[in-house]
């Protein structure tokens, strides 16, 4: 989920330790990561190996057909397992709290994204009675866009998840000129999933995993922004339901 350009031979190099260590332990794993698939076929996928997904499509029906395997942890000052999101405006922006966000633009990546999305819709729980709290929305398909938008004025406001943030920091020129002006509760992170397959022993997969990760080399490790593996499992996942349910009310 976080392939930038900037770090995708990280990426690569995490898949071969991946890949390696799935196969030494029966898993089928392919050559190479799929990059041309959309994420909602490759999810759904019945040969689906390995992939990772956002918390809030793992709770809107992705759960019936995939397996969580944990949750990658990463460097971002939050528990193992866990993110949250910075919410950031321009750094001339008059903006001072969360409470003055009201009628002021909004870019968020999609409505189905959890950081992007979700958190802020719980962040502006006690804020919203059915009547919209921004004035304008834009759909910018991308966190680095969505802080694209703000950091030209074409946005006054967004919500990023805390490890996007961090890559911004190293390798988005946007991110200079904006500042964080809130972060949301935390919420279990983007998990790692595969498909359910009655042949497929989930522990073993996350043993593998872990055996990959701890098998990195530095500079991967911290261009990825990697620390650990949680073990995670669905369940884990229900404050996002739940947060969610306690949200109905609020329009964006």
């Known amino acids: ?15 071969i330790h991946l890949r390696d260590s799935l ?5 089928p ?8 698939t959309g994420d909602d076929e490759l999810w759904r996928n019945p040969g689906l190996v390995l992939s990772q997904s956002c918390g809030l499509p793992l709770i809107n029906g992705l759960d019936r057909t995939v397996s969580v395997v ?3 942890a990463y460097d971002i000052e939050c528990g193992a397992g866990c993110y949250y999101s910075v919410i950031v405006v321009h750094n001339h922006s008059s903006l001072e709290s969360i409470s003055d966000c009201v009628g002021k633009r909004l870019a968020f990546n999609g409505p189905n ?9 719980y962040h502006l729980r006690d804020m919203s009675n059915n009547d919209p709290v921004f004035s304008q929305k834009t759909v910018s398909g991308s966190h680095r866009q969505s802080l694209r938008l703000v950091a030209a004025g074409e ?27 809130a972060h949301t509760e935390p919420t279990p992170g983007l998990p790692m999933i595969c498909a359910k397959h009655a042949g497929w022993s989930i522990d073993r997969m996350h043993l593998a995993i872990v055996e990959a990760m701890a098998a990195l080399d530095a500079d991967t490790s911290h261009s990825l922004l990697l620390t650990g593996f949680a073990q995670t499992e669905l369940s ?3 404050v996002v339901a739940q947060r969610m349910e306690l949200t109905r009310h609020v329009v964006f």
């Open 70 to 72: 944990g949750t990658p």
């Open 155 to 181: 946005a006054d406001i967004a919500s990023i998840d805390a490890v996007s943030w961090q890559l911004a920091l190293r390798h988005e020129p946007a991110a200079s000129s904006l500042r964080v002006l």
């Open 23 to 27: 196969r030494e332990f029966g898993f």
């Open 236 to 238: 884990d996942y229900a």
């Open 1 to 15: 989920m976080y392939d930038w350009p900037e770090v995708r031979a990280a990426n690569d190099n995490f898949w």
């Open 113 to 121: 994204s959890q950081s992007g999305f979700g958190a802020l819709a």
């Open 29 to 36: 794993a392919p050559d190479a990561l799929e990059r041309d």
